[in-house]
């Protein structure tokens, strides 16, 4: 099944031998880095082995969000706004990026008092957070049959277009001199007396001094096979875009039910509010404990199957020499099956509150596999058992928004520079260092 349509994105022709930092993963966080990167003088070479954004990086909701973010992340994404705010202006090209503010519906009086209760997060900051209720509500809603009777309003969240943004910044990288080579895997690290000295890519030897693994779903495996331990799992999210629908909403919107924006088409993008699947694979054992946690506050939300992917998963090689064709060649694209039952309830739950939706049709629908951690914030880290290594990934259906804000925050921290928020929650050694692990209960 096709994802969605991306904006064409060039490759360069030839791989250099020689950089300062190998970029692997050429979704929002990888291109975000490498522009950061190339903006400080730094010489980067981004290798991807489909295309860029071709993942997750171009099947999220479209959401750049402030509102009922997990605390740890609130300063970054604060950084992440301000970088959104002028991006197609320092790209010359365009992103989509508009502040059209996003409502999140309370169910019931229980909801309304989380949501007023994470608005503690954000005190003496300039959002404009509010609670809202009834006419306000329907300012923003004409015509709305939610049965929602108070809703958190955030004016400065928005949205961009996860089809432009990730090309656009690349293409923004290379302005500044970054090389980007699609179709173009990095198999392993080449390592010499316990430090990086380059990568092995399926096109050649890459000599350099410093790796940023950006490898979204995918991070674990390439992770593992360096002997590095990284706790993620991988969960599905389904997403539908509808028709032009004259009327429809221009603020985004989160229920239970479903979850919509607007698209620069005229259309929307409608998935489930809260719904994810779970496949039930061999790292679903592996990691059982560390996620448990996780699981527990969130189970209502997860749907757990045997699928293709359990077999596929358990066949897949996990560690491999630089002359072998890996995984990530066998397999260019993630494109799982959407979920048809989430398609169906976030799709009537979306018409029946927003009748003008009525007049809206279904234009296409996919998936995508997003890269969790057990306590639903990233690593933005560099890894201490392998000097020169870094990891950026396990965003956990959060990463767009926040993406320039981490492409950023790991460029200062490659680059030696103060960084613009201090990065000790996402540190990686959280895993192994005795600290408590858990998504916070409070968002």
Same mark, same amino acid.
Request: aromatic content about 6%.
């Given at each position: ?210 790796? @940023? #693994? ?8 390439? $992770? +593992?096979?360096? =002997? /590095? ?5 991988? *969960? ?119 009748? @003008? #939706? ?8 996919? $998936? +995508?596999?997003? =890269? /969790? ?5 990233? *690593? ?64």
């Amino acid at each position: 099944m096709p994802g969605p349509r991306l904006t064409e994105f060039y490759s360069d022709l030839s791989i250099p031998r020689s950089v300062d930092v190998v970029v692997v993963g050429g979704g929002i966080i990888g291109v975000s880095t490498a522009l950061e990167l190339a903006d400080r003088g730094v010489s980067v070479l981004l290798c991807e082995k489909g295309q860029i954004g071709a993942e997750q990086s171009s099947r999220n909701w479209g959401w750049v969000r402030l509102g009922m973010r997990d605390p740890r992340e609130v300063p970054l994404m604060q950084a992440s706004l301000d970088i959104w705010q002028d991006l197609d202006a320092r790209l010359g090209r365009a992103t989509g990026f508009t502040r059209s503010g996003i409502l999140f519906g309370a169910s019931g009086k229980r909801g309304a008092e989380n949501l007023a209760r994470w608005m503690r997060h954000v005190d003496g900051m300039e959002t404009g957070a509010r609670m809202i209720e009834g006419a306000e509500i329907g300012r923003l809603l004409p015509g709305h049959q939610l049965k929602t009777k108070a809703a958190l309003h955030m004016p400065l969240d928005g949205r961009a277009e996860p089809q432009w943004a990730s090309s656009a910044i690349a293409e923004g990288a290379r302005d500044r001199g970054a090389q980007i080579v699609t179709a173009c895997a990095v198999r392993s690290l080449d390592v010499e007396a316990g430090r990086l000295s380059g990568v092995y890519t399926e096109r050649g030897r890459v000599a350099c001094s410093q790796v @940023v #693994l950006a490898g979204g779903a995918w991070s674990r495996l390439f $992770a +593992g096979n360096a =002997d /590095v331990a990284l706790p993620q799992l991988r *969960v599905l999210n389904t997403v539908l875009r509808t028709s032009s629908s004259p009327g429809g909403p221009e603020c985004a919107l989160r229920t239970d039910a479903f979850a919509i924006r607007k698209r620069a088409d005229g259309g929307h993008t409608i998935a489930s509010g809260h719904q994810n699947t779970v496949d039930i694979v061999p790292d679903s054992f592996r990691l059982a404990r560390s996620f448990l946690p996780a699981f527990r506050q969130e189970w209502k939300s997860l749907r757990f199957r045997f699928s293709r992917r359990s077999l596929d998963e358990l066949r897949q090689a996990r560690c491999w020499q630089p002359g072998d064709v890996t995984p990530f060649e066998v397999t260019r694209i993630l494109d799982p099956e959407p979920s048809q039952k989430h398609l169906r309830g976030a799709w009537s739950a979306a018409r029946r509150a927003l009748p @003008v #939706l009525e007049r809206a049709e279904i234009v296409q629908s996919w $998936a +995508g596999l997003i =890269d /969790v951690m057990p306590d639903a914030i990233p *690593v933005i880290s560099a890894v201490r058992q392998l000097p020169g290594l870094w990891i950026a990934t396990g965003f956990s259906g959060h990463g767009f928004g926040i993406g320039p804000g981490a492409g950023r925050l790991m460029a200062e921290l490659v680059t030696g520079e103060t960084p613009v928020v201090d990065p000790w929650e996402f540190r990686l050694s959280r895993f192994t260092d005795g600290s408590r692990i858990a998504p916070d209960p409070g968002y």
